[in-house]
């Protein structure tokens, strides 16, 4: 599937306060985990301190329970309420899990695409529940804590299967000048049982910055997630990394009240580096300076439809490097999506449209599959 | 079933409220070459339609495009899985900028595949980026456009699979009062492995020159087209360099008519020979003429939903060809190419004698396509009505396909 490519920019026109979902931002092409220059409540898993900006709704996302790796077409079940309380905000959220790496841990390959760094028998990072609490002195801040924790123990021969995890969120909002900071302080699984000692464990750090110049955004990011898997004792471990570095512009042009549009540019390069316990290490790095063009307007008072477009210019490529080096240039990332908010007061449904039954967009508008990962949210 | 394709030239029905590939095809009318209705797809002939399509952003569905049989990576945009591209015009005083990604050629992929000695061999022209940039003078609008694409594969430790790819075409365009002139040059475009024995396509000087004269309703339009290029395959024996050539000479006529009530019914015919030349040691050679007649109309049925739809019918038309089989060594082009000849051309496959000639006179070529237009004050939904998702027309009216080759413009 074409990779597309996310700007963010402050919003600051468009009844904002009325957007949420995963479906909105993947419609504007942006990361489904927050958009570094489109505001959407999915902004505060950026940066916590969005909670102060976005208050007084309930959310949900329709899709399956499942724990492993979402789709658009299967997405998981999720959602939260979020309350305001004076100069405070706070916030529940319960089923944003870590879906790369439950994929990863069931005994999926590492960041760089190669080995195998989990096991069938390690349980997954599930039933998460995240807090959020912020407040607005002047300067907003916000902060949020990721919390799981599961286990199986099902007796006899075969012994306790656990797995908890911990993460810490911190954001602040000065003005023009955002900055967040998102630790994954613990994700770790491990086993006990027919084969003890098999473990899975991950950290995770991002950092977020963004600052606003009129009608633009500058924005960076950097990401660094790293997993260890052992599986059994003194079997060695083995090691999977990925980093990710993002620099990028905005531009938001407000048409009016009701309608915006939004060009970016983002220089992006993500290095994956499976390292073996013998053997040589496998690195693919992923660079792109994608541009996306996005449109949002309300086509009339309960319809609000959106799109957006993005390919990558001039530096796209992904270089794999083992015993030797392979570079290529990364086919087909022309990517368009389009999504659409029914509006009924303060009951909004989005939703992606134009995806039809399955991953596959064929430019199809189809009313068997009307929508897609649809999100439902009420603002009270 | 017989169908009628009307296409109509829509001169008058607002020409700046309308864009897209679905448009055009429902009007019956080549997405590629759009010589009659006035469309923002028509910036692609003529790069001095930038002016009427200021302010816009435009973004049609789609994915990759449709696979090839028997290759992994070539790809063509059909109506059925259209690839997917956007881009937007945007003025700013005088002039008009703006970037398109995504309108990848046909024609381009068609070609390339003569020279490939296995299926999907070499990189196409991918992740295309146009830039545009055009203004009126009051007396003149003029456009300008550049095209480039460039894909690599490099392998260190075989570096004799490694692959690249690049392309570059300008367009230039006027519009001065009735007349329209306009010069598209391909400055370029190769492909090639770096096998021992390579497979290179090498596009040399290619011009797609043509004009319109417009009096009233009435539209005259001329073009040529020519292509040449060298191949080498290893395919053939001895990777044997050989010399090929794509030509086009449309004459054309259009009519708009506006009906009132905001319809408007569109009639167009057009002769057009197509030629390509391969030299191989049984010289391929494929004549394709046509003289489609088209009949289309536009209608708002309201203030949110315009109808639009099209009958055309070849009054004449036919393919000769020779040696157009596939077959080893370097006597013949290669079965890939004959099979791409014959879905784009309706050549035929089965003669396989060498230096036979047969004309034929092309079959089915009857038919109906239609469209819709929803209007949301300046956001405009575009869509063909009546296919499936397999793009096949079947008298069907279905919500399973409500519209396909789905595209949104949205006027700033």
Request: glycine share 12%; proline share 1%; hydrophobic share 40%.
């Amino acid at each position: 599937m074409k990779k597309q490519i996310v700007i963010a920019a402050g919003l600051a026109v468009l009844s904002t306060s009325a957007f949420a979902t995963k479906a909105r931002l993947e419609a504007l092409g942006q990361d489904n985990g927050g958009s570094h220059y489109i505001q959407d409540t999915r902004s505060i898993f950026r940066n916590a301190a969005h909670v102060n900006n976005f208050k007084n709704y309930v959310v949900t996302e329709w899709g399956t329970a499942a724990a492993t790796a979402e789709t658009l077409t299967a997405p998981h079940a999720e959602g939260g309420f979020f309350r305001e309380m004076g100069s405070f905000a706070y916030g529940l959220y319960m089923g944003n899990e870590a879906n790369a790496q439950n994929t990863m841990r069931a005994g999926g390959a590492g960041f760089g695409g190669t080995g195998a760094y989990g096991a069938a028998a390690l349980v997954a990072h599930d039933n998460a529940l995240d807090l959020f609490f912020g407040g607005d002195m002047g300067v907003q801040w916000g902060a949020n804590v990721h919390y799981a924790s599961n286990s199986n123990e099902p007796g006899g021969a075969a012994l306790k299967r656990e797995q908890s995890a911990l993460g810490l969120g911190l954001g602040m909002i000065m003005g023009d000048l955002t900055a967040s900071v998102n630790l994954g302080l613990s994700d770790e699984s491990k086993e006990d049982g027919a084969t003890a000692g098999t473990k899975f464990d991950n950290t995770g750090m991002e950092v977020n910055f963004g600052y606003g110049l009129g009608d633009l955004q500058l924005f960076a990011e950097y990401d660094k997630d790293t997993v260890k898997f052992t599986n059994g004792t003194g079997v060695a471990e083995i090691k999977t990394e990925r980093t990710e570095l993002v620099v990028g512009l905005a531009k938001t042009h407000e048409v009016s009240s009701t309608a915006r549009i939004t060009a970016a540019v983002a220089y992006s390069s993500v290095n994956g580096k499976d390292t073996p316990a013998t053997g040589t290490a496998t690195e693919v790095k992923n660079t792109n300076l994608p541009v996306t063009l996005t449109f949002e307007t309300e086509a009339n008072s309960w319809l609000t439809l959106r799109g957006s477009a993005s390919q990558s210019v001039l530096i796209n490529s992904t270089e794999t490097v083992t015993a030797t080096t392979t570079k290529l240039t990364n086919a087909d990332t022309t990517a368009v999506n389009a999504g659409a908010t029914l509006s009924f007061g303060k009951l909004k449904v989005d939703g992606s449209i134009g995806a039809g039954t399955g991953a596959a967009k064929a430019g199809v508008l189809t009313l068997n599959t009307a929508m897609a990962r649809v999100g439902v949210h009420y603002w009270f | 079933m017989k169908k009628i394709i009307i296409a109509a030239s829509l001169l008058g029905l607002s020409g700046g409220a309308y864009a897209t590939s679905a448009r055009l095809e429902a009007l019956g009318s080549s997405v590629t070459d759009n010589y009659f209705i006035n469309d923002n797809r028509s910036i692609f002939l003529n790069a001095a339609y930038v002016n009427d399509y200021a302010d816009s952003m435009n973004m049609e569905w789609g994915t990759a495009g449709t696979l090839v049989a028997g290759t992994a990576n070539t790809r063509l945009t059909v109506s059925a899985a259209p690839k997917a591209q956007a881009g937007f015009l945007r003025k700013s005083g005088k002039y008009v900028y703006g970037v398109n990604l995504g309108n990848e050629s046909n024609t381009g992929v068609l070609l390339r595949m003569a020279a490939e000695g296995t299926a999907g061999e070499l990189l196409q022209a991918d992740n295309v980026v146009d830039v545009f940039i055009g203004s009126d003078t009051g007396s003149m609008k003029w456009g300008w456009n550049l095209l480039y694409t460039n894909s690599k594969l490099e392998n260190s430790g075989t570096p004799t699979n490694d692959k690249e790819e690049k392309n570059m075409a300008t367009r230039l365009g006027m519009i001065m009062g009735d007349t329209e002139a306009f010069a598209n040059v391909s400055l370029g475009g190769e492909s090639k492995t770096k096998a021992t024995n390579p497979t290179e396509f090498d596009g040399s000087l290619g011009l797609h020159l043509g004009g319109a004269y417009n009096m009233g309703a009435n539209k005259l339009v001329a073009s040529y087209k020519s292509l040449k290029w060298d191949q080498k395959s290893n395919a053939f024996t001895s990777n044997l360099a050989v010399a090929g050539k794509y030509s086009e000479i449309v004459v054309g006529y259009g009519n708009t008519k506006d009906l009132g009530n905001g319809a408007t019914l569109f009639t167009n015919a057009r002769y057009q020979i197509t030629k390509v030349d391969v030299a191989t040691t049984n010289a391929a050679s494929m004549t394709h003429t046509v003289l489609p007649l088209a009949v289309g109309f536009e209608a708002k049925a309201n203030d949110w939903l315009t109808w639009r739809g099209s009958v055309s019918h070849n009054l004449t038309g036919s393919v000769k060809q020779k040696n157009i089989m596939g077959g080893g060594g370097s006597q013949n082009v290669t079965a890939q190419f004959a099979g791409a000849l014959a879905a784009a051309f309706n050549t035929d496959t089965t003669v396989v004698t060498a230096d036979v000639e047969k004309t034929a006179t092309i079959a089915n070529n009857t038919a109906v396509a239609a469209g819709a237009s929803l209007m949301f004050g300046k956001l405009t939904v575009d869509g063909m009505v009546g296919s499936t998702v397999t793009g096949t027309k079947v008298g069907v009216l279905t919500l399973s396909n409500l519209l396909t080759r789905v595209a949104m413009t949205y006027w700033f």
